[in-house]
């Protein structure tokens, strides 16, 4: 048994080692691996094809990578957490604009019109807890995360309200989480919204529900209702929820992939 574990694992990472083209040449998507050694116990894996590409060979039946397995290009998924305008409740290399990050120059932007308002009790419920499960899935986790410096924690109430991200690559929402203040003032229901290739704001098919969870302030309890959307099918750089009226909020998270 042991040997035949080492043979295995020589095999894949000789097979890693020789980055096998797909139909000879660096292709990120749509090609056929026609050269894929036939692996039956190695699992899924990456390979890189060209410096920085990557592709994953898709198992046909029970090999894991087998001759004319159809190449896909490496998927990459972020969950990105917005908890403030301030600096310290930003993303890592993301920065908040007063204005519409769709008509910036700057990409990984986010603006919340008319833009968070104040703080409270610090720190936040969500500094200690799991913020919103859904049957058994964890979807906003922000206990883990840095509360060391006070900053704003609220928004609203009002009328008309945009929460925008501009990113730096097309990407697909996976999901997106409008965080409540608290119990008593439950999410309003809002499309996501993406630019298409000429430049209009579309209304993505992606479901919207409302989950129930905890809300940012320090006193909320578990019957806060969060708005969550996703996942969305498609691809943009530019991507916003649209409400016609809107309670007091807490914060947004976004899961993208590209």
């Keep these: 048994l042991l040997a035949c574990l080492l043979a295995c694992l020589l095999a894949c990472f000789n097979h890693v080692a ?31 094809i060209a410096k920085g590409v990557h592709v994953q060979c ?3 039946g029970k090999n894991c990578l087998a001759a004319g397995a159809v190449c896909e290009p490496e998927k990459i998924e972020k969950t ?3 908890r403030s305008s301030d600096a310290a409740g ?7 604009l007063t204005s519409d990050p769709a008509d910036s120059n700057t990409c990984n932007t986010y603006r919340f019109s008319p833009g968070w308002t104040g703080t409270s009790f610090w720190p936040p419920k969500l500094a200690g807890v799991v913020g919103l499960e859904e049957n058994g899935k964890t979807l906003l986790d922000w206990s883990k995360m840095d509360w060391s410096t006070n900053f704003k924690q ?29 119990q008593d003032f439950p ?15 579309q209304d993505s098919a992606a479901s919207r529900r409302l989950v129930t969870g905890y ?4 006193l909320s309890n578990n019957n806060a209702k969060n708005l969550v959307i996703g996942p969305a099918s498609e691809t943009s750089r530019f991507w916003r929820v649209k409400w016609s ?14």
């Design 18 to 48: 020789v980055a096998d083209n797909c139909n000879g040449g660096p292709v990120e998507g749509g090609a056929m691996c026609s050269t894929m050694t036939d692996l039956t116990a190695c699992g899924s894996k990456y390979i890189e």
């Design 58 to 60: 898709a198992k046909s």
């Design 80 to 82: 990105l957490a917005f």
């Design 90 to 96: 930003a993303p890592a290399g993301w920065n908040y």
């Design 154 to 182: 609220y928004i609203g109430p009002g009328n008309s309200a945009t929460f925008d991200m501009n990113f730096c690559d097309s990407v697909s929402m996976k999901l997106f989480v409008a965080v409540p203040w608290h």
């Design 187 to 201: 999410q309003r229901d809002a499309p996501l919204q993406y630019k298409d290739s000429s430049g209009n704001w």
């Design 215 to 218: 809300g940012m302030f320090s």
């Design 245 to 258: 009226t809107y309670d007091y909020m807490g914060g947004f998270q976004a899961t993208v992939s590209r």
